[in-house]
């Protein structure tokens, strides 16, 4: 049985307008059961605990879309906006799918800019986290 997760306040920097021009979107999948998004949800409340502007964004079946999510950070006056997948390695998604979206957000929104981080299994240290998980895990 999962712990029911840590209620966060609600973040005072949500729609009180930009304190830098930067903002996050961490982009998921999506799933139908919706306490899959907790970890997710965690991780953006931490971040917005930490002063960073964050939103989650989903590829599919759960909202808001990485369209939605851009659109609120410029209406809110964000000029660069970094997307975060949270996808352990380059698959189609990341390849293809992401690619077409961000160049539509480019376009759609030509005043801001759009940056990309890798995929969450091409870093060194996530790696080396999953590694210590799983040997813990066997222990």
């Known amino acids: 049985m999962r712990a029911p997760s840590a209620q966060v306040p609600p973040d005072p920097l949500v729609g009180a307008g930009p304190m830098s021009s930067s903002a996050v979107i961490l982009f998921a999948h999506g799933a139908r059961e919706p306490d899959w998004a907790q970890p997710l949800e965690l991780v953006r409340d931490?971040?917005?605990?930490?002063?960073?502007?964050?939103?989650?964004?989903?590829?599919?079946?759960?909202?808001?879309?990485?369209?939605?999510?851009?659109?609120?950070?410029?209406?809110?006056?964000?000029?660069?906006?970094?997307?975060?997948?949270?996808?352990?390695?380059?698959?189609?998604?990341?390849?293809?799918?992401?690619?077409?979206?961000?160049?539509?957000?480019?376009?759609?929104?030509?005043?801001?800019?759009?940056?990309?981080?890798?995929?969450l299994g091409d870093d060194p240290e996530i790696l080396a986290a999953i590694t210590a998980w799983v040997n813990r895990a066997v222990r």
């Open 46 to 119: 931490r971040l917005r605990a930490e002063g960073l502007r964050v939103e989650l964004a989903y590829l599919e079946i759960m909202a808001p879309s990485l369209e939605d999510a851009a659109r609120s950070l410029i209406a809110d006056g964000y000029k660069t906006v970094t997307i975060v997948p949270l996808f352990l390695a380059q698959g189609k998604h990341l390849k293809r799918q992401l690619p077409e979206m961000v160049a539509t957000l480019r376009k759609r929104h030509a005043d801001a800019e759009f940056r990309v981080a890798p995929a």
